[in-house]
């Protein structure tokens, strides 16, 4: 059978726990809770254990970390490490959301 073009497939879509805008999961980031009860931020999506979604955009991955977003969505104590980690990660994003398509290394 040929395939036709889909116009509008279906996408799983998430909220930001930030700013509360809907986007499609990919391009969205992905905070996790990994089973050893570490808090990352998961660039490729395929971390196992339970995810929240950020924009990819500083000020959303940041405020994630403020008044406890990230704490009531993971249900998990973020520790300083961890903090500092996504605190870091998140400088190397803009404050403008990035399209995933453009992306360069
Ligand atoms: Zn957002």
Redesign the pocket.
Known sequence: MAKKPVRQRRQPQRT?I??R?ISIKRELLRIVRTPSGEVVLDATGKLSGRGAY??R?RS?ILGALQRDRIVKALEVDVSEESRSAIEAAASSYDDEPQAVANQVD
Do not use: A, D, E
């Open positions: 930001c930030t700013c805008t950020v924009c955009r959303c």
